[in-house]
């Protein structure tokens, strides 16, 4: 049984009569475990006598598509072949090397063909938009689920504005969403034809499949990140294992190596938060958990909270009156430095430690918490307005971070403008929004290390 509340259905009917499948479009959810919209679908064609199909398609035009984020999603895609021939499931993958016309997208012919079409639901990004093109397209109800958070953001019936007045909604509400529950078996196991051939990444090696793809490919593969279900549980072992020991002293030293890293899989959905924050919670110590439960599923379910009922959340609209004020009366002041789009994407500035955090973007696509916080409050003193320093952050998480183009990329931003956050001393530029000092890092953790790490530019 799925919650309703996760369910956001448009304004069709049930099922539409004379339909041959169910249709479970992925979009978000790469992973055929502890799924909500999955499950759900199982359920509508085990209720209907209806066989399942599951499609998931990558286009070559979705924004700040490069290499990086296709090979991810194929790594991805190849662990979910293996994962639904497991569970009895018909799962197609179609690649589109460059972007066809739209009367030839298979989505709309299969979604045509479907009693229902159940897909992912994801507050940001494209999803909400290509969720609504559907349901303009075809005739057949689409019914999203909410499966990337623990608690659904249905849940909510508004914006919260601090971590201090969401966390005890999100605790009380929290055990009830994580009560275990059986994953449907599929009754009907009948193939559906397919109106395009399926690409299968081995069948193709990745980098050859992505070469063909109409892509930006000057930014490479993650060395330090693999896509899919198997690699997330390999980091969330070695995590519950090493980090998470040392969670609750060592988190906020980025040369510890004490967090998890899981966000780039939270992001696609290789693992859901649910899971991750059973195993953490079985693995334990105490104190550890308590503070990883709050990273987890106060400040992540918060960024989801932001976003659902902030639609600008993308804009100055989003940050928060007192500190937008603020930041427009610092226009005014004098810059320490201004840098153009070439010389920040590139890490070309004078503070080196600015530059190895955006090196780590550059070469890794992730970078640690502490860092992006210090990262983000530089850029807002080396750009004329608050607006340009939005846009730019926007601009460099989602091309470089596999875990951009999310909730917690927004709120993260936001939160350099002053969003969850309260006003400090008045500074210029600032205002009485909260000020970092790279320079005062050195007290914080070996710097000189950090830098080391990421001394020269991919």
């Known amino acids: 049984m799925i919650d309703d509340l996760r369910l956001h259905a448009g304004r069709e009917p049930g099922p539409r009569h004379g339909g041959e499948l169910v249709l479970y479009w992925i979009q978000t959810t790469h992973r055929a475990h502890d799924s909500p919209a999955l499950d759900f679908a199982v359920g509508q064609a085990n209720a209907l006598g209806l066989p399942l199909l599951v499609y998931h398609g990558l286009r070559p035009d979705y924004p700040w598509a490069s290499d990086r984020l296709h090979t991810f999603i194929l790594e991805s895609v190849a662990d979910l072949y293996l994962e639904f021939e497991r569970r009895g499931i018909q799962y197609a993958f179609h690649l589109e090397r460059a972007r066809a016309p739209d009367s030839a997208a298979p989505l709309v012919t299969l979604a045509d063909r479907a009693a229902l079409v159940v897909t992912d639901w994801f507050p940001t990004f494209i999803v909400p938009r290509q969720v609504r093109a559907l349901r303009e397209r075809t005739e057949t109800p689409v019914i999203a689920v909410d ?42 196991r009948r193939s559906v034809e397919l109106p395009f051939d399926p690409a299968v990444p081995g069948a193709t090696p990745i980098p050859d499949l992505v070469a063909a793809c109409d892509i930006d490919h000057s930014v490479p593969p993650s060395p330090l990140f693999r896509g899919g279900p198997a690699a997330a549980r390999e980091r969330l072992g070695r995590f519950l294992e090493s980090g998470l020991p040392r969670y ?20 696609f959905g290789n693992l859901s938060p649910r899971e991750v924050l059973l195993a953490a919670r079985e693995a334990g110590p105490a104190e550890p958990f308590a503070r990883f439960q709050d990273e987890l599923v106060t400040w992540r379910e918060l960024s989801f ?23 427009s009366r610092g226009e005014a002041d004098p810059r320490p430095a201004l840098y153009g789009d070439g010389e920040l994407e590139h890490a070309r ?62 709120a993260g931003i936001h939160w350099v403008f002053g969003k969850f956050d309260r006003p400090f001393y008045r500074r210029p530029i ?26 020269t530019t991919p």
Not at 160 to 176: G, H
Not at 252 to 267: I, K, V
Not at 319 to 326: H, K, L, Q, V, Y
Not at 354 to 381: E, I, S
Request: charged share 25%; net charge positive; glycine share 4%.
């Open 147 to 188: 499966g990337c958070t623990i608690v659904p953001l249905r849940y909510h019936e508004k914006e919260f504005v601090s971590a201090a007045a969401f966390r005890p909604k999100i605790m009380a509400a929290l055990p009830r969403f994580l009560e275990s529950r059986r994953a449907p078996d599929l009754r009907v």
């Open 248 to 267: 609750a002293e060592e988190r906020s030293d980025p040369n510890a190596g004490a967090t998890s890293m899981l966000s780039p899989y939270l992001h």
């Open 305 to 327: 909270n932001f976003v659902q009922w902030t639609r600008r959340h993308r804009t100055v609209d989003a940050i928060p009156a007192w500190a937008r004020e603020e930041l």
């Open 349 to 410: 500035t004078a503070d080196e430690l600015w530059n190895a955090a955006q090196r780590a973007y550059l070469r890794d696509g992730w970078m640690h918490n502490t860092l992006r916080m210090l990262w983000g409050k530089a850029v807002l003193q080396w750009t004329p307005t608050a607006a340009e320093a939005l846009r730019v952050l926007e601009h460099l998480n989602n091309k470089y971070a596999l875990d951009g183009r999310d909730p917690n990329t927004y």
């Open 430 to 455: 600032y205002g009485t929004v909260r000020y970092q000092s790279l320079r005062a890092a050195g007290g914080k953790f070996d710097v000189p290390a950090y830098v080391r790490r990421y001394n």
